[in-house]
């Protein structure tokens, strides 16, 4: 079993800069391909990013590519979600999650931290 635990979200300024982190436990993480995704209120869950598991291929959603970045440093276990020029619309709790195969539909992924808020402000 996987347990994943997010951290890094917050208040941000539009046009601002936010770092995620999720960190897995186990020793199976590098085996794994991560995604990102998240629920804004009323709204439903929503890709955000994706990243295989040697994070040598990458997959972004269309309103986030060129502004945000994925990562992965497997000897810590962890993959990053770095944000920048932030929007308002950007505003959601953030998921990670991890999958067999890298993937842009929920359905594809079998664990889930239990988010971080972000919230950007104009």
């Known amino acids: 079993q996987v347990q994943l635990v997010e951290s890094g979200g917050g208040l941000v300024q539009a046009g601002g800069s936010l770092r995620l982190s999720c960190e897995a436990s186990?020793?199976?993480?590098?085996?794994?391909?991560m995604g990102w995704f998240r629920q804004a209120p009323g709204k439903e869950r929503e890709f955000v990013a994706a990243?295989?598991?040697?994070?040598?291929?990458?997959q972004y959603a269309d309103s986030v590519k060129g502004r945000f970045t994925i990562s992965r440093d497997n000897a810590k276990n962890t993959v990053y979600l770095q944000m920048d020029s932030l929007k308002p619309e950007d505003t959601a709790v953030y998921y990670c999650?991890?999958?067999?195969?890298?993937?842009?539909?929920?359905?594809?992924?079998?664990?889930w931290g239990q988010g971080t808020q972000v919230t950007v402000s104009s």
């Open positions: 999650a991890g999958a067999p195969r890298i993937s842009d539909q929920q359905k594809g992924y079998d664990y």
């Open positions: 186990g020793r199976t993480f590098s085996t794994y391909a």
């Open positions: 990243i295989s598991r040697g994070g040598t291929s990458r």
